[in-house]
């Protein structure tokens, strides 16, 4: 089974932009469906974005659309978040995720990393 470790978080100033990525091992990176999913202090955890395995097809929340990249390098069997124009409101630990195919539903996951905070300042 894959193992999914983020990095990239950190502090950041509202309309700044940071770049997640996603490294997976011990497993078929590309035979997955990966996602992005948040969480902020006293909330569930949300949905952010999601790729498909040949990353043909991406959803996004609406929350981040147009703000948000989400894409992936089979080759480096590593996926990335781009944000930009952050908002104090995209604080969260973000989370990725991988699942047999693309759904912005958090139960079709079974594989998920430990975590990366985002901090954005007003």
């Known amino acids: 089974q894959v193992q999914l470790v983020e990095s990239g978080g950190g502090l950041v100033q509202a309309g700044g932009s940071l770049r997640l990525s996603c490294a997976a091992s011990g497993g078929t990176f590309s035979a997955y469906a990966m996602g992005w999913f948040r969480q902020a202090p006293g909330k569930e955890r949300e949905f952010v974005a999601t790729i498909s395995q040949s990353g043909g097809r991406r959803i996004y929340a609406d929350s981040v659309r147009g703000r948000f990249a989400i894409s992936r390098d089979n080759a480096k069997n590593t996926m990335y978040l781009q944000m930009d124009s952050l908002k104090p409101e995209d604080t969260a630990v973000y989370y990725c995720?991988?699942?047999?195919?693309?759904?912005?539903?958090?139960?079709?996951?079974?594989?998920w990393g430990q975590g990366t905070q985002v901090t954005v300042s007003s």
């Open positions: 995720a991988a699942a047999p195919d693309v759904s912005p539903l958090r139960r079709m996951y079974n594989v």
